[in-house]
């Protein structure tokens, strides 16, 4: 009783701005029903080995073979064997990112309440804001973070009524667009695949931007839920706290922040269309005891109607055929009815 009466002290004091969400009180029984400070997980999360990821250096895409041709191999290989890797001198200037960021921090320094009222504050289509874990019924299941779900096409019409200032966000968005793109496109050539695939069917505005922000919590939790990312591939740009966390070899292990770089990982249709050849991989965020944590992910996805055919060479195909839409729509059922995803395994042939 006295532990979780401290416990509740702690996380009211490390949440007081009227910005924050109200975990404190939303999740009050939680925090009552579980002994946080003895669940063997909590401290599990914590405890795992800090890896840097492979780094890839993108200058040597602008050369001529054969060093662009190792560069790509890399690449390619990288997401074979991590589903994750982190890429450097990717072209995106350190002013485009500070001003993305700094946007970042201010749009969460908003008051709550107009967080809430997303389409009347700041113009973005209602829903976009999200935090907690509404379906959470322990703490193990509760993502300590706040979050804006933006689709790129609402990116293009903010306008200068939104607090979210178009030109910073548009800038960035358009910039990692390309990147994700050109990314893309390497990893199907060298998974045999058609290349202009991408051009086909997955335009920037099908794509969309999430803008993470993890507050302080003073007992280790998630901020974000174990998953794998339902996209072709993900760019991450993080700030220098660190807590991200992926599956390597069966076993987690926490991601070394770099400041040069973009962390850039392999989603679920990836994984299919290449016929398993590129993985994508459990990953989570954890919480920081005294610091809040931002991230921005760039989500690349196809248009709705886009069908992933997984096939390659000669190997017979690990998944059905299936379009992105029936994909979406199979993860949110299985959401609803189970409270997880099951995601790629749903589509084995
Ligand atoms: O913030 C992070 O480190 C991870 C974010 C993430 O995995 C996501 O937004 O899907
Ligand atoms: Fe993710």
């Not at 702690?10 to 925090?31: A, R, V, W």
């Not at 390309?178 to 695939?197: H, M, N, P, V, Y």
Request: some cysteine.
């Amino acid at each position: 009783m006295v532990e979780t009466h401290n416990l509740m002290t702690n996380i009211n004091q490390s949440l007081g701005m009227d910005s924050d969400p109200p975990f404190h009180e939303t999740y009050k029984t939680l925090f009552a029903v579980t002994k946080p400070l003895n669940n063997d997980w909590l401290a599990a999360v914590m405890a795992v080995e800090e890896l840097e990821l492979p780094s890839i250096d993108l200058t040597w895409l602008s050369l001529e073979s054969p060093e662009k041709e190792r560069c790509k191999n890399d690449i390619a290989r990288a997401a074979n064997e991590w589903g994750f890797f982190q890429v450097v001198n990717h072209g995106i200037s350190r002013d485009v990112l500070e001003k993305m960021r700094d946007e970042q921090v201010k749009v969460f320094k908003q008051p709550f309440q107009h967080k809430c009222r997303e389409d009347k504050f700041m113009n973005v289509s209602a829903g976009s804001y999200r935090w907690g874990t509404p379906t959470a019924t322990c703490l193990r299941q509760l993502s300590w973070s706040e979050a804006f779900h933006i689709p790129m096409t609402d990116i293009s019409c903010l306008g200068d009524t939104s607090i979210f200032s178009s030109s910073s966000l548009h800038q960035f968005a358009t910039e990692v667009a390309s990147l994700a793109q050109k990314l893309a496109e390497i990893l199907a050539e060298k998974s045999g695949k058609k290349s202009t695939f991408f051009q086909e069917n997955s335009l920037p505005s099908t794509c969309y931007l999430r803008l993470n922000r993890y507050p302080p919590c003073p007992i280790p939790l998630f901020g974000l839920m174990p998953h794998t990312d339902s996209d072709f591939l993900t760019v991450l740009y993080q700030d220098q706290v660190g807590g991200l966390q992926l599956v390597k070899d069966g076993k987690w292990v926490a991601v070394k922040p770099n400041p040069e770089a973009l962390f850039i990982n392999i989603g679920d249709l990836f994984q299919a269309w290449s016929n398993d050849c590129y993985k994508s991989v459990q990953h989570c965020a954890v919480t920081n005891p005294t610091k809040e944590r931002f991230s921005v992910a760039y989500f690349f996805c196809p248009s709705y109607d886009t069908v992933i055919e997984s096939c390659s060479g000669d190997k017979p195909s690990v998944y059905r055929r299936f379009s992105f839409k029936e994909y979406r729509q199979q993860v949110q059922e299985d959401v609803q009815n189970y409270g997880y995803k099951i995601g790629l395994p749903r589509f084995l042939v």
